[in-house]
Every structure is written in structure tokens, then in C-alpha cells.
């Protein structure tokens, strides 16, 4: 017993050196300080799974005997795949020492544990779900895993991505749900985006002139003045034009038709970028 023991601590810390000098896609693992033989684990959702943006932790809990003796998995994060808290019943863990090889190592161990996830066959700690389900799980996990000390403690760097992820959507709904208020957010290229259920008539300068690529808060040169300034301006033009003489009327009336077009064309433009830069950022986030 005591000449196994330091057995597993070496291949603890060879495997641990062994996964920093060649990361295994997709997942993070970190022995907890206090006890080797626990190791925290992150599996990130690949791409066009019904994983994708989730973030799934669990540990790996390893006997003294190791690697003579494999250890129990657990899943501790939601997913829709496997029940939390609970032993998973894989070839590579506990369950079935009559399959395991002392050869695997941590990242062997991860890499299959993702292998059977991504899998749909049932066994002793795999449970059922949707399509949707395993979504909807994905998007909660971000929030989930932060309660977790553990998880804060051993994966800073994780926690600081999905804190950046939780603002981003905070940012997009208050943009795409405010009422008359204006709402700041940025997007994944960090410029900054400001919407309004007014978009078609009051868009901030300068987010149009970066957007459109202007200067001086102006769209290809044609400067935009915010509501206020235009309704003022408009209640003036209708004024001179009831002063005017008669033989000024055809050139007041010919001003105002222009001045007509002209708002016009201004609001189609601005709520059309409005509408691009929303499915911009809607995209980058997905």
C-alpha cells in the first residue's frame, strides 16, 4: 500500500505535465491543491453539437491504487446527457476495472468521457433530452458553473471568458427588448452599438459614422441631425413658407417636397444599418 501510493502521485503530476505541454481539445483538468487524487475537469460544447457554448464541469475522483485502478467520473454541471453528482458508468471509470488500462491517462480518460457524451448510447448515469433541452442547458451552464468555488479557484481563466459572454448577452437583450431608452452594448469586435425602438429616427452620430465608415457624425458625407433639431427645423420651414410672398411659393413648396424625400431617406438608411449591425452582433455570439 505504501509503495503505490507514491506510484500515483508521480503519475499524477506526469499526466498533469503531460496535458499543460499538450492540451486535449475541448477540455481543461486541474488536481485540487489540497488532495491530488481529485482532479476538476471542464468540457467546452464543440462546435455544431447540441453542446456548443456550454461548459460542463465534473471530477475525477482516483484511488491510491492508480493507475492500477481506474477512477469514478462524475458530471457536476446540467447537460441533458448525464445526470449530476452521480457515478457514470463507463468503460473508463470504477465500473468496469475488468476493461481498464493502466496506460490511459487523465487525458485518455477526458477524451473518452467527451467521446461518450457526444454519443447517444444509454448507460448507468446517462439520462435523456432534446435537442432543445441540451441547448437551453448549455446557455444556463455559464451561470451555474460560476457558483462553484471549486470551479472559480481552479479555472480563473474559464470564469473571466464566461463573465465576458454574460455581459455580452446582458448588453444584446437590454438592446434588443428597451423601449424609447437608448441602450449601450458591445459587440464581439468591441464597438460600441446603441438601439432604440426609435432607430429609424434618432441613432447616435458617432455609432452611425463607425458603422458606415463617415466622419464627423455623418453618413457618406450627409450630416444627420437628431429629432429635436428636425422637427424644430421643420416647424420653422412651414412658417416662412405661410410668410412667403407669391412669387416665392413654388420655390417654398419645391424646398419642402425636397426636405420631405431627404428625412425620409435619412430614416430608411440609419434603420437599415441599425438592422445590420443587431444581426452583426446576433451572429457573433452565436
Same mark, same amino acid.
Given at each position: 500500500?505504501?509503495?503505490?501510493?507514491?506510484?500515483?502521485?508521480?503519475?499524477?503530476?506526469?499526466?498533469?505535465?503531460?496535458?499543460?505541454?499538450?492540451?486535449?481539445?475541448? #477540455?481543461?483538468?486541474?488536481?485540487?491543491?489540497?488532495?491530488?487524487?481529485?482532479?476538476?475537469?471542464?468540457?467546452?460544447?464543440?462546435?455544431?453539437?447540441? /453542446?456548443?457554448?456550454?461548459?460542463?464541469?465534473?471530477?475525477?475522483?482516483? $484511488?491510491?491504487?492508480?493507475?492500477?485502478?481506474?477512477?469514478?467520473?462524475?458530471? @457536476?454541471?446540467?447537460?441533458?446527457?448525464?445526470?449530476?453528482?452521480?457515478? @457514470?458508468?463507463?468503460?473508463?471509470?470504477?465500473?468496469? $476495472?475488468?476493461?481498464?488500462?493502466?496506460?490511459?491517462?487523465?487525458?485518455?480518460?477526458?477524451?473518452?468521457?467527451?467521446?461518450?457524451?457526444?454519443?447517444?448510447?444509454?448507460?448507468?448515469?446517462?439520462?435523456?433530452?432534446?435537442?432543445?433541452?441540451?441547448?437551453?442547458?448549455?446557455?444556463?451552464?455559464?451561470?451555474?458553473?460560476?457558483?462553484?468555488?471549486?470551479?472559480?479557484?481552479?479555472? $480563473?481563466?474559464?470564469?473571466?471568458?464566461?463573465?465576458?459572454?454574460?455581459?455580452?448577452?446582458?448588453?444584446?437583450?437590454?438592446?434588443?427588448?428597451?423601449?424609447?431608452? @437608448?441602450?449601450?452594448?458591445?459587440?464581439?469586435?468591441?464597438?460600441?452599438?446603441?438601439?432604440?425602438?426609435?432607430?429609424?429616427?434618432?441613432?447616435?452620430?458617432?455609432?452611425?459614422?463607425?458603422?458606415?465608415?463617415?466622419?464627423?457624425?455623418?453618413?457618406?458625407? #450627409?450630416?444627420?441631425?437628431?429629432?429635436?433639431?428636425?422637427?424644430?427645423?421643420?416647424?420653422?420651414?412651414?412658417?416662412?413658407?405661410?410668410?412667403?410672398?407669391?412669387?416665392?411659393?413654388?420655390?417654398?413648396?419645391?424646398?419642402?417636397?425636397?426636405?420631405?424625400?431627404?428625412?425620409?431617406?435619412?430614416?430608411?438608411?440609419?434603420?437599415?444599418?441599425?438592422?445590420?449591425?443587431?444581426? /452583426?452582433?446576433?451572429?457573433?455570439?452565436?
Amino acid at each position: 500500500m505504501t509503495n503505490r501510493k507514491p506510484t500515483a502521485m508521480s503519475r499524477m503530476k506526469q499526466d498533469y505535465l503531460r496535458l499543460k505541454k499538450d492540451p486535449v481539445p475541448y #477540455i481543461t483538468a486541474e488536481p485540487l491543491p489540497s488532495n491530488l487524487l481529485e482532479w476538476h475537469y471542464v468540457v467546452k460544447g464543440p462546435e455544431d453539437s447540441p /453542446y456548443q457554448g456550454g461548459y460542463y464541469h465534473g471530477t475525477l475522483l482516483f $484511488p491510491r491504487e492508480f493507475p492500477f485502478k481506474p477512477p469514478s467520473i462524475y458530471m @457536476l454541471t446540467p447537460n441533458g446527457r448525464f445526470k449530476t453528482n452521480t457515478r @457514470l458508468c463507463l468503460s473508463i471509470s470504477d465500473f468496469h $476495472p475488468d476493461t481498464w488500462n493502466p496506460t490511459w491517462s487523465v487525458g485518455t480518460i477526458l477524451t473518452g468521457l467527451l467521446s461518450f457524451m457526444l454519443e447517444s448510447t444509454p448507460t448507468l448515469g446517462s439520462t435523456e433530452s432534446s435537442l432543445y433541452e441540451k441547448q437551453q442547458y448549455a446557455k444556463k451552464s455559464l451561470a451555474f458553473n460560476l457558483k462553484n468555488s471549486n470551479f472559480r479557484e481552479l479555472f $480563473p481563466q474559464i470564469c473571466d471568458e464566461i463573465n465576458c459572454r454574460l455581459k455580452t448577452q446582458q448588453q444584446l437583450l437590454q438592446a434588443t427588448t428597451t423601449g424609447n431608452k @437608448l441602450t449601450t452594448c458591445s459587440n464581439s469586435t468591441g464597438e460600441t452599438v446603441t438601439g432604440s425602438n426609435k432607430a429609424a429616427k434618432n441613432y447616435n452620430n458617432n455609432n452611425v459614422n463607425n458603422a458606415a465608415g463617415g466622419t464627423n457624425g455623418s453618413l457618406g458625407g #450627409i450630416a444627420i441631425s437628431d429629432e429635436n433639431d428636425f422637427n424644430e427645423n421643420s416647424k420653422n420651414d412651414n412658417t416662412n413658407v405661410n410668410n412667403h410672398t407669391n412669387n416665392k411659393n413654388s420655390n417654398s413648396d419645391s424646398y419642402c417636397n425636397w426636405h420631405s424625400i431627404y428625412s425620409n431617406l435619412i430614416a430608411i438608411i440609419s434603420f437599415a444599418i441599425f438592422a445590420l449591425i443587431v444581426n /452583426y452582433v446576433i451572429k457573433n455570439l452565436n
